[in-house]
């Protein structure tokens, strides 16, 4: 018998994905607001998992929109839906899982803003997902979000004291310890990448949830990893991609005649300068001479190459002995933090490299523009740790 789930704030799929990978368990439906990801997401329940989307259980809305999301809804923008009452039916809902859209509460986000996000509506996006965990009870949850959930204070009030008691008023019980228990460096389980997360699993209140909730905590732990892993293992086996001569569409070439059914893995233009940074940052690592590994030496270099003055270092190359920085969701931006580690290939990651350093396989297809695809690849939670997520919620028999 398989564990029925929802996804909420689902994005590509990076939840769903892991979930699914285990076998043991069922996506009743799905819930995203932005059209690229719901349509990557569609297309890889239809192409790899074999599901029959005719039920519309992949929905394209704003959960915003409880009520309507819930009874259903005919919308000028996203359409229609019966809602997700019909959708379930009569299946039982056990576990509903999702991550709120975390901009507001990443550290960087709030560095970059003026009003460090205080203002910013996706603070109190949870209490949406609250309320759909409130109308279907399951029996579980998990609720992903960035490290900065922690320490996220938007008019003074710490946005993890709201969550926790909005959960128990609905009756559902988190762990105490968020920081000890909750957080985790998904590079110390087989992600090739230093990724801090953190995944808060509640479940019903009854005379077992606090155990359930520490055994939970205790099984993750014990699966972690005695070092990290690092980031050669997301490029190799890929062809690779050389400058070449500079014209209106490309700065570099590439030859998938021997990679035929690869996908999303044509790079971004770069101008002649990048092109001759990104050559000076990656060889000044391989030679091991380092002169440019600090902080101060490279706002010092982006300022001789730019013109521009800035607080924080533009570069940064992607060493293959340790695990990648983070995959955000601005490298739809640009993609100067994270620069491939070849020198002779002088460039940014592409979204196949992307998708691989979050642990997407590779006939995981990204739709939308190449903007969309970084951005979605940045949002989602590594599929390798979705599914050991999955799996321990599985031991635990909910």
């Known amino acids: 018998m398989k564990i029925n789930v929802i996804d909420l704030f689902a994005g590509c799929g990076g939840l769903t994905d892991g979930f699914l990978q285990t076998g043991k368990y069922k996506t009743l439906a799905a819930v995203d607001w932005e059209l690229p990801t719901v349509q990557t997401l569609k297309n890889r329940l239809k192409n790899k998992w074999k599901y029959n989307l005719d039920k519309n259980n992949i929905i394209h809305f704003d959960i915003q929109r409880t009520d309507e999301l819930i009874n259903g809804f005919d919308d000028p923008k996203f359409g229609k839906s019966k809602g997700l009452n ?56 998990i609720f992903e979000n960035v490290e900065g959930i922690l320490s996220a204070k938007p008019g003074g009030v710490s946005i993890i004291k709201r969550v926790r008691k909005s ?32 995944i ?28 990290p892993l690092n980031s050669k293992i997301a490029f190799e086996n890929l062809p690779k991609i050389y400058p070449s001569e500079l014209n209106s569409k490309l700065s570099h070439k590439l030859d998938l005649t021997d990679f035929p059914s690869l996908k999303n893995h044509d790079p971004r233009k770069h101008s002649k300068r990048d092109i001759e940074i990104f050559k000076l940052l990656t060889d000044d690592i391989v030679s091991g001479v380092e002169k440019f590994t600090s902080t101060k030496a490279l706002i010092q ?60 396989e590779d006939d995981f297809e990204f739709l939308g523009s190449k903007g969309d695809q970084y951005k979605m690849i940045g949002n989602a939670v590594p599929p390798k740790f979705s599914k050991l997520i999955a799996e321990t919620i599985f031991k635990l028999k909910i």
């Open 200 to 227: 808060i699993f509640g479940v019903k209140k009854s005379e077992n949830s606090t155990k359930k909730i520490s055994e939970f905590y205790s099984l993750m732990k014990d699966q972690s990893t005695a070092k």
């Open 167 to 198: 959960f128990e008023e609905i009756g559902y019980e988190i762990t105490e310890d968020l920081r000890v228990n909750a957080l985790f460096d998904t590079s110390y389980y087989n992600i090739p990448q230093k990724r801090k997360r953190v």
């Open 86 to 141: 019909t959708i379930v039916g009569k299946n039982n809902v056990d576990l509903i899982v999702g991550g709120p859209p975390c901009q507001a509460y990443s550290i960087a986000g709030r560095v970059r803003d003026s009003k460090g996000m205080q203002d910013d509506y996706r603070n109190f996006l949870f209490e949406s997902y609250v309320q759909m965990v409130n109308h279907f009870q399951p029996k579980a949850f």
């Open 301 to 360: 270099l982006y300022k001789e190459k730019t013109g521009k003055e800035s607080k924080f270092h533009k570069y940064h190359v992607i060493r293959e002995d340790k695990p990648s920085n983070t995959i955000p969701a601005h490298l739809y931006k640009d993609g100067l933090r994270h620069i491939h580690p070849d020198p002779s290939q002088a460039r940014s990651i592409t979204v196949r490299e992307a998708g691989r350093i979050q642990s997407f």
